[in-house]
């Protein structure tokens, strides 16, 4: 029950940020932005130069949350969603080599919030 509550208030977390922020970009999230939404319009996919080679899955992965249209709250969504998917992980791997739950819950925490 500990656990399941964990996950739900740090979900709530994450909407209050969603609800709460304006989606402008910051610095290399023009790149980002830019690079999914020309892809999403039919136009190869072409880096631009703040972007390394290693932003090619964040491009498809953005992509995947634009098929039904570009917008920055789609961007700022998927990000958010690939975030909660690696803390999950996160828990998953501190697990397995036998943390304790109660410590890998904290684990977990200090890893979202930092």
Do not use: K
Request: with cysteine.
């Amino acid at each position: 029950m500990g656990e399941a509550l964990f996950w739900v208030l740090l979900g709530i977390c994450f909407a209050v940020v969603l609800i709460s922020f304006n989606f402008f970009p910051w610095n290399d999230d023009w790149a980002f932005q830019q690079t999914v939404q020309r892809w999403g319009e039919g136009n190869p996919l072409r880096f631009s130069n703040w972007i390394a080679f290693s932003f090619l899955w964040q491009a498809f992965w953005g992509r995947l949350f634009t098929l039904w249209g570009f917008t920055s709250r789609a961007l700022v969504i998927s990000t958010v969603t690939s975030a909660l998917l690696a803390l999950m992980f996160f828990r998953l791997l501190l697990r397995d080599y036998g943390i304790p739950r109660h410590i890998a819950l904290l684990g977990v925490a200090c890893l979202c919030f930092n």
